[in-house]
């Protein structure tokens, strides 16, 4: 048995505290009958909230990966380098947007369809971090260009936050994930890429993580990511 608002979290649904709520407010039942706060759950109890059934069919699983450069994010056995080989996880788990086979860094990978959907919907601007190199020194004009939008495949790119670190570095900050769309920005001020790692994904970061290691997502940041996600994704129910 499982408490109910474990079960509601394990399942993908929201936050354990986002699950509080909707129990202290009577939108979840459990076999018809409204739960109370510590109630618990067996296999095969129907969980609704308001007319949503919700199922939790395997154990909740999200990882944040260091992507090696070379390895390619999708699924399909046609890439020999794809990288669910790679991790080669006993669970069926799979990435969670993409980072072009040249990058590394910070790739989240799950098992639940719903997480990985609303992460990549660019319309709910969900922050993400990168470290760039270029082959070039980096100038204010560089950086104000940068930050102000960019024109790129028939659209202009999104107003967001560029740092000098030195010489030849920047931090980028982005809210939208066109295709490799650092490297066309910098190539439309003449710039080259020579290195990109993607460091933070909202409030998860890379940290230490060393090049090709992985690791769970601590409760917290799971917590984080779920309460940002969940308001969308809990109000979208019938609840």
């Known amino acids: 048995m499982i408490r109910i608002n474990k079960f509601l979290s394990e399942a993908g649904y929201c936050s354990r505290r986002k699950a509080d709520e909707l129990i202290g407010a009577g939108k979840v039942t459990i076999d018809g009958q409204v739960a109370a706060m510590g109630d618990k759950v067996s296999d095969g109890q129907i969980v609704m909230v308001g007319k949503k059934r919700i199922v939790r ?83 204010k004009d560089f950086i104000k260009g940068m ?42 001020f003449g710039y080259r890429v020579v290195a990109l790692k993607r460091t933070r994904i909202m409030n998860i970061q890379l940290g230490s993580l060393k090049t090709g290691q992985w690791r769970y997502l601590t409760e917290d940041e799971t917590a984080g990511l779920l309460e940002e996600l969940s308001i969308k994704r809990c109000c979208d129910s019938d609840a």
């Not at 102000?148 to 202009?156: A, R, S």
């Not at 920047?170 to 490297?183: A, H, K, S």
């Open 147 to 188: 930050r102000g939008g960019v024109p790129i495949l028939d659209t202009v790119t999104r107003q967001c936050k560029v740092r000098y670190v030195d010489k030849h570095t920047f931090e980028i900050v982005l809210t939208q994930g066109l295709n490799r769309q650092i490297r066309r920005m910098c190539e439309y």
């Open 57 to 139: 069919e395997e154990p909740f699983v999200m990882i944040a990966l260091n992507k090696p450069k070379g390895i390619v994010c999708t699924t399909s056995d046609k890439e020999k380098d794809n990288v669910v080989r790679f991790l080669n996880y006993p669970q069926r788990i799979y990435p969670i947007g993409r980072l072009d086979k040249d990058s590394e860094g910070l790739l989240l990978m799950t098992n639940q369809g719903d997480i990985a959907d609303a992460l990549m919907r660019a319309r709910n601007y969900h922050e993400k971090e990168y470290i760039v190199r270029v082959n070039k020194p980096v100038t």
